[in-house]
């Protein structure tokens, strides 16, 4: 028997059409990224932030940025998923429960610093390179969580960067990754695409 969360997988498909009447309150968004930052993250950095676009204004504005795609404003809430450049001084703060836990010495804390220290601190690309997957695994949770909770999204990377942290006053230190829209489905959305067969894509060495 095949386990809930693997036919969710399997029949997850991404939504180009939304419900503009359905409504999710502020604990319902909360909920989905409490699930969302359970995705992992290098050395524990949790470097990603969640901006929920979700009054019709909020919206609007990102929709201006998005290419005027309609999804952006008749889905519940639109996120902006950004990926944070990696902040060697938050690593304290992020591994203390786990040490007060006793899952983690101190020294292997300490190590963990020195080790993105020296991985991030002169190489921007490995920096950026690192916010993007953090950004990526969030909205991938996201996804799933989502769906998970009865809803639908569309992950869309069909947008102004430069215009989102514009019109939302990201700093500098923050990269917008993806948008993700979450809410009902409407009719005529498409189901899942085939996918390519395992043998072109897999080897196993």
């Known amino acids: 028997m095949t386990h809930p969360a693997l036919t969710l997988i399997e029949q997850r498909a991404s939504a180009n059409r939304f419900d503009p009447a359905h409504v999710l309150q502020d604990s ?4 989905l990224i409490r699930f969302a930052t359970r995705a992992p993250t290098a050395y524990n ?5 969640f901006i ?27 996120f902006i998923v950004c990926g944070l450049l990696p902040n060697l001084d938050v690593l304290p703060e992020r591994l203390r429960p786990f040490i007060e836990a006793g899952f983690m ?18 190489d921007p690309r490995t920096a950026r390179d690192e916010a993007v997957r953090s950004a990526t695994f969030g909205a991938a949770t996201l996804i799933h969580a989502a769906e998970a909770q ?10 102004d ?17 993806v948008l993700v829209a979450v809410g009902r489905a ?4 498409w189901p899942q695409k085939p996918r390519r067969p395992l043998a072109e894509v897999l080897e196993i060495v």
């Open 28 to 31: 319902e968004i909360e909920s």
């Open 45 to 49: 950095l949790q470097n990603w932030r």
């Open 52 to 78: 929920a676009a979700h009054t019709p204004q909020a919206k609007a504005r990102l929709r201006q940025a998005a290419h005027d795609q309609p999804k952006v404003t008749e889905a519940a809430v639109t």
């Open 105 to 122: 010495s101190s020294d292997t804390a300490a190590g963990w610093r020195e080790g993105a220290r020296l991985q991030y601190t002169n």
């Open 150 to 159: 009865g809803l639908v999204s569309g992950p869309m990377v069909g947008f």
């Open 161 to 177: 960067p430069e215009g989102v942290a514009r019109e939302f006053g990201l700093q500098a230190h923050e990269v917008p990754v």
């Open 186 to 189: 409407a009719s005529g959305n």
